[in-house]
């Protein structure tokens, strides 16, 4: 049983920082590529972040957030942590943390598992 939860979102002005979190009560923490997603309304749900449990220093982020977002893993708390600064209004989604793959270059969810989410709103 897989229980995602993530936390952290909130309101922010341009240009501000956010903090995402994500616990799991399951297994998600023994998979490969752990990853951030995020949808906003009306758009499909986009891989933006990833990290390599099985190879040290080894990550994916989507061009989109390049420079700007840092995903990271504390193992001993088994959280998976999303650093966003210089937040721009287009950063507005809601995120979700789950399993992810990459294929033809793109993070995709490995098995569709979600959790509720964390809303981000940049203005």
């Known amino acids: 049983h897989v229980q995602l939860v993530e936390s952290g979102g909130g309101s922010v002005q341009a240009g501000g920082s956010l903090r995402l979190s994500c616990t799991d009560s399951g297994e998600l923490m023994s998979e490969r590529l752990l990853s951030w997603f995020r949808q906003a309304p009306g758009n499909k749900r986009e891989g933006i972040a990833g990290i390599y449990t099985t190879v040290s220093d080894t990550y994916y982020y989507a061009d989109s957030v390049k420079g700007r977002f840092t995903i990271s893993l504390d193992t001993a708390k088994k959280t998976l942590y999303l650093e966003m600064n210089d937040l721009k209004p287009e950063d507005t989604a809601m995120y979700y943390c789950?399993?992810?793959?990459?294929?033809?270059?793109?993070?995709?969810?490995?098995?569709?598992?979600w959790g509720q989410g964390t809303q981000v709103t940049v203005s």
């Open positions: 789950a399993a992810g793959v990459v294929v033809n270059g793109n993070l995709i969810s490995l098995r569709n598992k």
